[in-house]
């Protein structure tokens, strides 16, 4: 057996838990309740508001995908 070999690194259930808890709350806060007020604010019309808002919510879905993984690569979560 090689000593030179590192265990891979694991966090406890509780840190998982809280951790994915996080998460979810600022992606719903974020996804949802920010798209939501750009789509509330007058001045425009619908159709140029949800012109705006459709590109941008994926445009943060993907960097809120590129974040974790960044997480997830240094092994913080």
Same mark, same amino acid.
């Given at each position: @057996? +090689? +000593? +030179? ?5 694991? &966090? ?16 719903? #806060? ?6 939501? #007020? ?24 993907? #960097? @809120?995908?590129? #974040? ?7 092994? @913080? &979560?």
């Amino acid at each position: @057996m +090689d +000593d +030179d070999k590192e265990l891979p690194h694991t &966090i406890g259930w509780l840190r998982a838990i809280l951790t994915a808890a996080v998460i979810v709350v600022v992606g719903i #806060a974020v996804l949802v309740y920010g798209a939501n #007020a750009v789509l509330t604010t007058h001045g425009k019309t619908r159709s140029s508001l949800v012109g705006i808002v459709t590109p941008l919510f994926f445009v943060v879905l993907l #960097a @809120m995908a590129w #974040a974790l993984r960044q997480l997830q690569r240094r092994k @913080m &979560i």
